[in-house]
């Protein structure tokens, strides 16, 4: 039997690479690339243990995470600007995967507790963390994407804040998506991340309710008993 998907993992290693990560950076504690480098080895590893115990699943997300280690890695000892790129095309798989999965689990599985609700979170972080290495992507692929951008050559880190902003549909109007692909992906990330809260968390809550208030037909049963 497979085991359920350890979801606390995940959402530990999600809060630390779109929290921890770019708080650390704003600071100037370390090198820019240490702290990409740390928030994306954290990513990988919970990532990869929160499907432990699962065969395939786990094997392939082993293997991923491990090709994003060694990206990681030589982002830390190397200057070259194709690696952070690498290492995003690593990540974007790695978080693809993950999150199919989460989603499979957290829909289809009919389990509504804790760890399925911490799921729903972590599916929702997903998103946006897929967006963000999208923006990312196109970034490299062609300058001057995006106006306003902090730096005149951000870093994957800067894009988390534009994905999330978009995602939440705060829409703060600081950095503005000038390329048609851009614009195209800006708005349907807020269409899939209203529609995400809207039925999948409805959903769930909603399924939650019905395992816990019990449905009375046995009374209504027998009444058409008696009339018959």
Request: glycine share 10%.
């Amino acid at each position: 039997m497979v085991r359920r998907n350890y979801f606390y993992l995940q959402f530990l290693g999600l809060l630390g690479f779109v929290l921890v990560a770019p708080i650390t950076r704003d600071y100037d504690l370390v090198d820019d690339r240490i702290v990409l480098a740390l928030g994306a080895m954290m990513l990988l590893t919970a990532g990869a243990l929160s499907l432990s115990g699962q065969g395939s699943r786990f094997r392939v997300a082993l293997i991923i995470a491990a090709l994003g280690m060694l990206s990681a890695a030589a982002v830390l000892v190397s200057e070259n600007k194709l690696l952070p790129v690498l290492m995003a095309l690593i990540m974007v798989t790695f978080v693809s995967f993950t999150g199919v999965y989460a989603i499979r689990d957290v829909m289809l599985r009919g389990l509504v507790g804790a760890n399925e609700l911490v799921g729903a979170i972590c599916i929702y972080i997903n998103i946006g963390v897929f967006w963000a290495i999208l923006y990312f992507l196109l970034e490299q692929i062609a300058p001057g994407s995006f106006r306003n951008l902090l730096e005149p050559e951000p870093q994957l880190l800067e894009f988390i804040y534009v994905s999330f902003v978009t995602l939440t549909t705060l829409g703060y109007g600081d950095v503005v998506p000038v390329s048609g692909t851009v614009r195209t992906l800006t708005y349907t990330e807020a269409c899939v991340g209203q529609f995400y809260i809207a039925v999948l968390v409805a959903g769930l809550v909603g399924t939650r309710l019905a395992r816990i208030t019990p449905v009375k037909e046995a009374p209504q049963s027998e009444a058409a008993s008696g009339a018959g």
